[in-house]
Structure formats: structure tokens, C-alpha cells
């Protein structure tokens, strides 16, 4: 703010000083016109000279010399003119880099400035307002209409809706029901609710959140770099052309010309510009990018590797299939089933309890449960023995009836897992559980080979079966399973010497890989996970096609970044080889130049505004086979 402030006032300045010379010698005023040019020209010249040694002893050196030089010469040369409008363009031009950089992290600073600061906590003597930073885990708090959750927690009420659009970028609110879990930064879109703490502040998704945004504005692109390394070889090369044509020509006059139209290089105003652009961009989009570096090496890479639980698939065991006994209702199976499963700690006893509950299915209370580790339990539910589990457990050596034989013949080569189930000793029917593909993975990763990434794999822990069939259904090139996660960083390095590549995870045990890769993308992840601190773009929201919307943000961004540098250099040389033959003098030399340096960061601000990439239509994974009336 502070540096806008001076630049404001720079530029403020060196316009109403030219204004004024040019008002004093038509009016023949006691005021010199070269006298006030010089004069307004002087500060900017000062104030420039100051940053330039600044910048020397931090070991940075850039083409903003070409505008002290070009300043002190017009002076020099009695071009008091040239020198002023130098001064006024180099500091407006600096006035809306300042602008330009302001709007591109608008985006990102407002989720910062959005940080939850007060809690609601429900205590023995009734509700009493907190700092966020005090509450603990376990606490119950309320949330009011239009308020902010402070921390990460799960819902104890029946329902609430959520504005999620800080968090993940979707627009639309959110339903969540009790026992879901709650994440920091969203917003209450409905009427109040109540939900305990599962985490601290510090340790909350939005914390997270804004942690990886400060280290995203501090970040700069090896492009950038390179661009300030660059812009080093047109300092001399100015110099160089502004010599000769002062030597050939013998007129000072032209060499001046050849140092205004070089000042300042758009090299120096393009680059950055358009990387915080598209970082902002991104977030729009509820991709987090790690910095300018993050968005350079994305738009290069050229090999995907994905994860397969919980990236290309949905990371959970969801019910692909219910089959009943022709004298058994299928809703019943699932609700007795349910019952019981509440008594049990195995992976699939939520899904089948949740979605008993999301069907609005009565659960009983079970009792002389019995469980059998690794292979199912048995109970009694409203009075009747279910049991349920694997086939042996449930069935033993008897065979099963030909109505079950035919619907488990359907479901082979689907990698899922059946659960057998029996009442009062009779087989009643069965439930297939798996891990579904993804409905938009197959579109995504088409869009990514038309992005020019001409590789896609995948590399996972699980059985080389049920990753040789989710490959085959999404086209993949090449898959590695039953991979350890030194296995993975193993095979990211192969890919890594072959051409620029990323990786796509979500769990703890991607995070490895996710730091081996050129670029880590973690899928879905909470701000303070592992995987998400490992890599360097952060999909906010669990949806797969942001993975290729995030690599079409950066190519564009990288396309407009380096678009901008090559025209500006051009047009900044062609005047520079008419000023060196006299065709363009000082003074038209200095609005030419800054005119291009006005446009080039213009083109750059591109990256802000363009089109949202189209969402994928893929067709949905095929629907369950759940027998009607559940």
C-alpha cells in the first residue's frame, strides 16, 4: 500500500509538470518549461536511483537502469521533455503494475481477511462467545444464520445447508446431515445449527487454507526468474544500439531516442502479472496453486499419475448391488442389516448404516451381537437372527439358489464384495459393495490428452485385478499396483527423467509422492493433511475434473505470460531500430514505449478473466442394481 502510495504520488507529480512546462511556454510565463521538466523529472530519477540500490545489494539487477539512464541523459542532452514524459510513463506504468498486481490478488487475499475470529460455545450457563483460537476439541457450538464455522467439527443437528463456495468453489449450497462432517470457512446458509469441534483452529481446513495462500503470494516461477536474468542482456544491448547510432550518425540526439523507446522493458511488467493472475484465476476455481513456480510447471507437464482410491475412484465403499430372496423385500434385508451393522467397527458398517438412514429406513437396537473378525457377526434385530457376512459364514458348503448365482454372475470382474445375508437361518439375499469409478474420471483424463499430456498412469497399493479393470475402463496407458509408497516415488522418478510429470493423490501415503513429482496435485484435501502440505496444487473440492482445469488455466496462463514478453520485445525493438535512424524522436519514443509497456500488462490481465473450462458430461459409472422400493 505504502509503495502505491509513492508511485501515486510519482506519478501525480510528472504529469502535472509536464502539463505545466507545456502550459509555460505558451504563455511565455517567467517559468522555464526545461526548467520545470527538469524539475518534476528529478524526483522520479532520485526515487528510482534509491530502488535500483536497493535492489544491488539485495543481488538484483533489472532494465530499470534504461530509465535512470534515458531520464539523466534528457537532461543532460537539453531534452528536458523527453526526460518528463520518461517520468511520468515509467511511473504510471509502475502506478498500474501496482493496480494490476492489486485485482490479481484480490482473490486470495480475501480468503485470508475472511478467517473465523469468533465461536459460539454452549456451556453449563448457556452460550458464551469465544475466540476462535480457544476452542477445543469436543466443544459444542452453535453456528447462526450467515455465520462462518470457525473450526472443523461434525453436525449434531438433523440437517444444515452450507455455502461451501470459499472453501471449494462450488456455488451452490450444500446439505449435509447429522453426523457429516463440517469444515471451517464455510458458511451457515440456513437456520441455525449446532456441531462439535473435531479440531482445533490452527489445525482447521481454512487455516490450512490460508497457509498455503501466504506461501502462494511469496513464490516466483523459474519463468520469472529467467525473465529477470534475461532482461540483464537488454541493459548493455541498449546501450550498445544507443552508441552506434550515436557513432554512425554523430547525432546524440538518436541515441537518447534509443534509451527512451527501450524504457521499461515489458519483460520486467508482463510475467508476474500474468502468473498472479492465473494463481487467482485458479482460485476461482477452488484450485489452490502454490505460487507462480506451481502454475509454470503445471502448464509443462506432460505426464499424469494418478492415484486410484479416492482420486479416479470416489475413496469409499459405496452399495452397487441388492439382491432378495423372492419372498423378501430388499428394503427389509437393508434395514435389518443396517440394525445390526451398528454394533460393528468394520469399514462397510457406516456406508450400509448412512444410507439406511438417508433412506429413511427405522433402525432397531441390536442385541447379542456376536462379530467374527474379518468375516462378518450375527444378532438379533426385532426379534429375528440376522446374519451377514462372507459366504462361508453365512452359508457354508451349501450352494447357492439359482436366482442368486444368476445376479452374482452379474457382477463379475466388478471387484466388489458381497455380503451374504441370513434370517432366522434362511438365505434372504445378498449386498455387493465397491469402490466406484469415478462418473467424470474417464472425460477428465480425455481432456488431458487433449491438453498435450500424452502419458496418463496409474500407480496404487491395491491388487494388480481391481487396478487392471479401473484402468481399462478409464483407457489408462500404463498401470503399477500393489505399490508401496517408496514403489510410487520409484516410478515417479522414472517418468520424471523422461518428461515433465505429476502426480494426483489424496492420502497420507501419496504425500511421497506428491513431493517427487514435478507437480503434486492433491485431490479433495483438508488444508492441514499431509498430502496437501506435500504438494503444489490443492484440488479445494473433491472433483476430479479440476485436475484438468487446473492444467488448461496454467498452460493459458504460461501461453499469455510469454505472448506478452515476445510482442512487447518485439515492438520495443522495431522502435528502437527506427529511433536509431531518426525516425522517432525522444519525446514520441517515450509515449510509444510506454504505450506498449500499458498494453503488455493489459494482455497479461487476461489470465484473469478467461472462460471457466467446460465441465465434463461423461456418462455416469453404470447405476446400481438396487431392487426397487429402497
Not at 364 to 370: D, G, K, W
Not at 569 to 592: D, H, K, Q
Request: charged residues 20%; hydrophobic residues 50%.
Amino acid at each position: 500500500m505504502r509503495e502505491m502510495v509513492v508511485h501515486l504520488s510519482l506519478f501525480a507529480i510528472a504529469l502535472a509538470g509536464a502539463i505545466a512546462g507545456l502550459i509555460a511556454g505558451r504563455v511565455s510565463s517567467a517559468w522555464s518549461p526545461d526548467l520545470i521538466w527538469t524539475a518534476v523529472t528529478i524526483p522520479v530519477a532520485v526515487a528510482l536511483a534509491v530502488s535500483m540500490l536497493r535492489d544491488m545489494l539485495a543481488g538484483r539487477l533489472g532494465v530499470d537502469a534504461i530509465a535512470l539512464v534515458a531520464m539523466i541523459a534528457s537532461i543532460a542532452m537539453g531534452e528536458p521533455l523527453a526526460g518528463a514524459v520518461v517520468a511520468m510513463m515509467y511511473s504510471g506504468g509502475n502506478l498500474l503494475e501496482d493496480y494490476a498486481r492489486g485485482k490479481a490478488e484480490r482473490e486470495l487475499r480475501s480468503l485470508r481477511d475472511r478467517t473465523p475470529r469468533i465461536a459460539h460455545r454452549q456451556d453449563a450457563d448457556g452460550l458464551v462467545d469465544i475466540a476462535a483460537e480457544e476452542v477445543a476439541v469436543g466443544d459444542e457450538l452453535l453456528v447462526r444464520a450467515g455465520e462462518m464455522l470457525p473450526v472443523d467439527g461434525e453436525l449434531l443437528d438433523a440437517e444444515a445447508r452450507l455455502d461451501e463456495s470459499a472453501v471449494t468453489g462450488e456455488p451452490l449450497p450444500e446439505a449435509k446431515a447429522k453426523g457429516e462432517a463440517l469444515r471451517s470457512g464455510t458458511v451457515n446458509a440456513g437456520e441455525a445449527f449446532r456441531y462439535r469441534a473435531s479440531a482445533p483452529a490452527r489445525e482447521s481446513t481454512y487455516a490450512g487454507i490460508v497457509r498455503m495462500v501466504e506461501a502462494a503470494q511469496t513464490a516466483k516461477a523459474p519463468f520469472i526468474r529467467m525473465a529477470d536474468r534475461f532482461a540483464l542482456l537488454l541493459l548493455p544491448a541498449t546501450l550498445v544500439v544507443a552508441g552506434l547510432a550515436w557513432w554512425l550518425s554523430g547525432d546524440p540526439i538518436r541515441a537518447l531516442a534509443v534509451l527512451v523507446v527501450a524504457t521499461p522493458c515489458p519483460l520486467i511488467l508482463a510475467a508476474p502479472v500474468a502468473f498472479i493472475g492465473g494463481v487467482s484465476r485458479a482460485a476461482r476455481a477452488g484450485i489452490l496453486m502454490k505460487g507462480s513456480s506451481a502454475i509454470e510447471a503445471l502448464g509443462q507437464v506432460r505426464t499424469a499419475i494418478f492415484d486410484k482410491t479416492g482420486t479416479l475412484t470416489e475413496g469409499g465403499a459405496r452399495l452397487v448391488a441388492l439382491e432378495a430372496a423372492p419372498d423378501v423385500e430388499a428394503a427389509e434385508i437393508l434395514r435389518l442389516v443396517a440394525s445390526l451393522e451398528q454394533a460393528s467397527h468394520h469399514v462397510l458398517a457406516e456406508t450400509l448404516v448412512a444410507l439406511a438412514r438417508q433412506k429413511a429406513r427405522p433402525l432397531s437396537q441390536p442385541t447379542e451381537v456376536r462379530e467374527y473378525r474379518g468375516s462378518g457377526l450375527e444378532g438379533i434385530v426385532d426379534g429375528r437372527h440376522v446374519r451377514a457376512g462372507s459366504r462361508n459364514l453365512v452359508l457354508g458348503d451349501e450352494p447357492l439358489p439359482g436366482w442368486a448365482r444368476t445376479a452374482q454372475a452379474g457382477l463379475d470382474g466388478a471387484a466388489a464384495l458381497a455380503v451374504f445375508v441370513t434370517i432366522d437361518g434362511q438365505f434372504a439375499g445378498f449386498l455387493a459393495m465397491a469402490d466406484a469409478v469415478r462418473p467424470d474420471a474417464r472425460e477428465t483424463l480425455d481432456r488431458l490428452h487433449g491438453a498435450g499430456v500424452n502419458r496418463i498412469l496409474m500407480v496404487t497399493g491395491d491388487d494388480a485385478g481391481t487396478a487392471a479393470e479401473v484402468a481399462a475402463h478409464l483407457a489408462i496407458d500404463d498401470v503399477k499396483a500393489e505399490c508401496s509408497p517408496a514403489e510410487k516415488v520409484a516410478a515417479i522418478a522414472a517418468e520424471k527423467a523422461r518428461q515433465p510429470t505429476m502426480m494426483v493423490g489424496d492420502g497420507l501415503n501419496d504425500a511421497p509422492a506428491l513431493a517427487a513429482a514435478d507437480v503434486g496435485v492433491a485431490m479433495g484435501a483438508r488444508g492441514a493433511t499431509a498430502s496437501s502440505e506435500a504438494a503444489d496444487v490443492v484440488i479445494l473440492v473433491d472433483r476430479i475434473d479440476r485436475v484438468a482445469e487446473a492444467v488448461v488455466i496454467a498452460q493459458r496462463t504460461r501461453a499469455i505470460a510469454q505472448q506478452s514478453i515476445v510482442v512487447g520485445l518485439g515492438l520495443s525493438g522495431i522502435a528502437m531500430i527506427f529511433a536509431a535512424f531518426g525516425y522517432i524522436p525522444p519525446v514520441v519514443g517515450a509515449f510509444l514505449q510506454q504505450g506498449i509497456d500499458i498494453a503488455v500488462i493489459l494482455n497479461a490481465l487476461r489470465t484473469l478473466v478467461g472462460p471457466m473450462a467446460r465441465r465434463p458430461t461423461a456418462e455416469a459409472a453404470p447405476a446400481p442394481r438396487i431392487a426397487e422400493g429402497l
